[in-house]
């Protein structure tokens, strides 16, 4: 089997690497992550809509924690799953498939997908400096999608060139 | 195995594929086991507790302690999804992992140290949330967890921590020696 490219390599590594340390942060980590997160929310009392009611007031800033945490616990869990696939997936494609070019559009969108996980660091910040619900539209419209798009387009269009170069059989 | 500096990808050694298909193995057997004996399981973890009162705060009034029972039991079946989870995960880490350093790195010493500890690290972390769920009906949530970080979590959760950083910057070298 083929080897991708470095850079594409590289970005699978850095990927876990990065998933594994959110790993360890995530729970080691814990009590601090929460308290900043509740200060940040205290800092933000407009986008979070706090009313000056205790009561609502902690459970709008535990909504807000929760959905930092479990950001912080996709980027660790995707992060981990698709270094691993970025890899897998630049294999195959650099062993099957045979146009230069078509590889290399391959492994761009592969390199910009592989940061996908990254949407979920995001998506975790924009909530705190965004509110809930409008942070986790904008990570999900302008970071989440994107990356993940270009990872789906990538697999898409893996599929289609091995279709495409078993049909052309010996000629490709 | 393959020609040095090839484009082709060269095979871990032996024992660290191993040490991942028997890791992957294990969630695959770990995932079956929850669904089959979870009845034993809860059985097994619901006697312990009532076993150890004191460790476990039950103050023996029903609604109290079925509170903290119910706490304990849903970390508990945490635990082992967990282990299920990154045992799957940490397989295929060790897999990709191995077989970039046996393909990129060039020093032996290096190459031989980052296998080691990629293989060691990932296989024996997963393992920390078995022992921690095992451990939740003798000593309580936050004391088996304790036990869990210092025994397992923290040093072979470090390992794969600093080989897989370490691993990624001598890819970056190689990559920015290329350039």
Same mark, same amino acid.
């Given at each position: 089997?083929?080897?991708?490219?470095?850079?594409?390599?590289?970005?699978?590594?850095?990927?876990?690497? +990065?998933?594994?340390?959110?790993?360890?942060?995530?729970?080691?980590?814990?009590?601090?992550?929460?308290?900043?997160?509740?200060?940040?929310?205290?800092?933000?009392?407009?986008?979070?809509?706090?009313?000056?009611?205790?009561?609502?007031?902690?459970?709008?800033?535990?909504?807000?924690?929760?959905?930092?945490?479990?950001?912080?616990?996709?980027?660790?869990?995707? =992060?981990?799953?698709?270094?691993?696939?970025?890899?897998?997936?630049?294999?195959?494609?650099?062993?099957?498939?045979?146009?230069?070019?078509?590889?290399?559009?391959?492994?761009?969108?592969?390199?910009?997908?592989?940061?996908?996980?990254?949407?979920?660091?995001?998506?975790?910040?924009?909530?705190?400096?965004?509110?809930?619900?409008?942070?986790?539209?904008?990570?999900?419209?302008?970071?989440?999608?994107?990356?993940?798009?270009?990872?789906?387009?990538?697999?898409?269009?893996?599929?289609?060139?091995?279709?495409?170069?078993?049909?052309?059989?010996?000629?490709? | 195995?393959?020609? =040095?500096?090839?484009?082709?990808?060269?095979?871990?050694?032996?024992?660290?594929?191993?040490v991942a298909i028997l890791l992957i193995a294990c969630a695959e057997v770990g995932g079956a086991s929850m669904v089959k004996f979870k009845l034993e399981l809860t059985r097994w973890a619901r006697s312990v507790i009532l076993a150890r009162p004191a460790t476990h705060g039950l103050v023996g009034v029903r609604d109290v302690d079925e509170q903290v029972i119910d706490e304990a039991m849903v970390?508990?079946?945490?635990?082992?999804?967990?282990?299920?989870?990154?045992?799957?995960?940490?397989?295929?880490?060790?897999?990709?992992? !191995?077989?970039?350093?046996?393909?990129?790195?060039?020093?032996?010493?290096?190459?031989?140290?980052?296998?080691?500890? +990629?293989?060691?690290?990932?296989?024996?972390?997963?393992?920390?949330?078995?022992?921690?769920?095992?451990?939740?009906?003798?000593?309580?949530?936050?004391?088996?967890?304790?036990?869990?970080?210092?025994?397992?979590?923290?040093?072979?959760?470090?390992? !794969?921590?600093?080989? !897989?950083?370490?691993?990624?910057?001598?890819? =970056?070298?190689?990559?920015?020696?290329?350039?």
């Amino acid at each position: 089997m083929r080897r991708p490219p470095l850079v594409v390599i590289l970005l699978g590594l850095f990927v876990i690497a +990065l998933g594994e340390t959110a790993g360890a942060v995530i729970s080691q980590f814990r009590p601090q992550v929460a308290r900043h997160a509740m200060a940040r929310v205290a800092a933000n009392p407009q986008v979070h809509g706090l009313a000056g009611s205790a009561e609502y007031d902690a459970e709008v800033t535990a909504r807000a924690v929760y959905a930092v945490e479990a950001g912080l616990s996709f980027f660790h869990t995707h =992060a981990q799953g698709l270094g691993p696939l970025v890899i897998l997936v630049g294999t195959i494609g650099a062993s099957v498939v045979p146009w230069r070019r078509a590889r290399g559009a391959l492994f761009a969108l592969l390199a910009v997908g592989a940061l996908f996980p990254l949407g979920y660091l995001a998506y975790s910040v924009a909530v705190l400096e965004r509110g809930r619900e409008s942070g986790i539209e904008m990570a999900e419209r302008y970071v989440l999608t994107p990356l993940g798009s270009a990872l789906i387009l990538g697999l898409v269009a893996l599929a289609a060139l091995i279709v495409t170069g078993r049909r052309r059989g010996p000629a490709a | 195995m393959t020609v =040095a500096g090839s484009d082709d990808w060269r095979r871990p050694p032996l024992p660290a594929l191993l040490v991942a298909i028997l890791l992957i193995a294990c969630a695959e057997v770990g995932g079956a086991s929850m669904v089959k004996f979870k009845l034993e399981l809860t059985r097994w973890a619901r006697s312990v507790i009532l076993a150890r009162p004191a460790t476990h705060g039950l103050v023996g009034v029903r609604d109290v302690d079925e509170q903290v029972i119910d706490e304990a039991m849903v970390k508990f079946d945490a635990a082992l999804r967990l282990f299920h989870l990154h045992a799957e995960g940490m397989g295929l880490v060790i897999i990709a992992t !191995t077989m970039t350093a046996a393909t990129l790195v060039r020093s032996d010493g290096a190459r031989r140290a980052v296998v080691v500890l +990629l293989s060691a690290g990932g296989a024996g972390y997963p393992v920390g949330y078995l022992l921690w769920s095992a451990l939740i009906p003798y000593y309580g949530v936050e004391a088996a967890k304790t036990i869990a970080e210092r025994v397992i979590w923290i040093p072979f959760g470090g390992a !794969t921590i600093a080989a !897989t950083w370490w691993l990624t910057a001598l890819v =970056a070298l190689r990559l920015a020696r290329r350039s």
